[in-house]
């Protein structure tokens, strides 16, 4: 096993932020991942966040900005993951996109939905829906980080 690291744009829309929608099958739980990926071999986190966001949704974003980084280490004993994430707010430069409930995103030869969705939705104990990589809800909903100007954004609203 190897540690991967992996670039994520938290673009907001409001209160909303844009997710990637993940369903496994046979676990009831949703996961919702935002947009981003895997920092390939030559490429700092910001130009994978660059690439993955334009092979992903076909789009461009605006100058990102580092916010936090989080490692996380999940999984079971028999299948578990670490990953180092950079988590970068970003804005689309094309802005009709923010009018639309969701969009179709691609990973790989896999299709998905990235939809926004409030940060509110994530804050349950329900088991069904899950914000990944775990801490970034917290981050996110941090009150005092002036480093963080999404969260100013969203509380603003």
Known sequence: MKIRPVSL????????????VI??????????????GT?????????AL???????????????????????????EDDRGHEVNFIYEAKLR??????????????GDIKYKAQWKPLNFFKTDSEDVKLVPDGLLDVLLQQDNPNISIIKHVRAN
Do not use: A, H, W
């Open 9 to 20: 744009g938290i673009i907001s829309r409001g209160e909303d932020i844009l997710v990637q």
């Open 23 to 36: 369903n496994f099958p046979g676990i009831s739980t949703t996961f919702y991942r935002p947009i981003g």
């Open 39 to 47: 920092i390939e071999f030559g490429e700092n986190s910001k130009q």
């Open 50 to 76: 660059i690439r993955e966001i334009r092979e992903e949704l076909n789009q461009e974003i605006e100058e990102p900005k580092l916010i936090s980084v989080i490692e996380n280490i999940f999984g079971t």
């Open 94 to 107: 094309e802005k009709t996109l923010y009018d639309l409930d969701e969009m179709e995103g691609v990973e």
